[in-house]
Nanobody, 122 residues
């Protein structure tokens, strides 16, 4: 049972990246999945979370209008499309599977993939 995050890299301000979170050993469409990030010296924070129901995804105010979370159930993958990237988006980005609760707080997610580094140069 594993979550694998990928797609990070180095981009200039205004650029785009698409992160992928692929599951093995379980079906992602059964679970709420979230994207989180942690910058050096800062706490891990929720970026975008999507439940497996019909409710609208959650986006942190800092990424609304720029990031989009989506699922491809056939590929057992959740994506985070990141557009108009800013230097403050620089962080290690993680995907995780929600274990309890209904929100997008790290403590609600107990199953994590390894992170992928996103670096935005000014």
């Amino acid at each position: 049972v594993q979550l694998q995050a990928s797609g990070g890299g180095l981009v200039q301000t205004g650029g785009s990246l698409r992160l992928s979170c692929t599951a093995s050993g379980f079906r992602l469409d059964y679970y709420a999945i979230g994207w989180f990030r942690q910058a050096p010296g800062k706490e891990r924070e929720g970026v975008s979370c999507d439940s497996s129901s019909d409710t609208s995804p959650y986006y942190d105010d800092s990424v609304k209008g720029r990031f989009t979370i989506s699922r491809d159930n056939a590929k057992n993958t959740v994506y985070l499309q990141m557009n108009n990237l800013k230097p403050e988006d620089t962080a290690i980005h993680y995907c995780a599977r929600r274990t309890w609760g209904l929100g997008c707080k790290p403590f609600e997610y107990a199953f994590w993939g390894q992170g992928t580094q996103v670096t935005v140069s000014s």
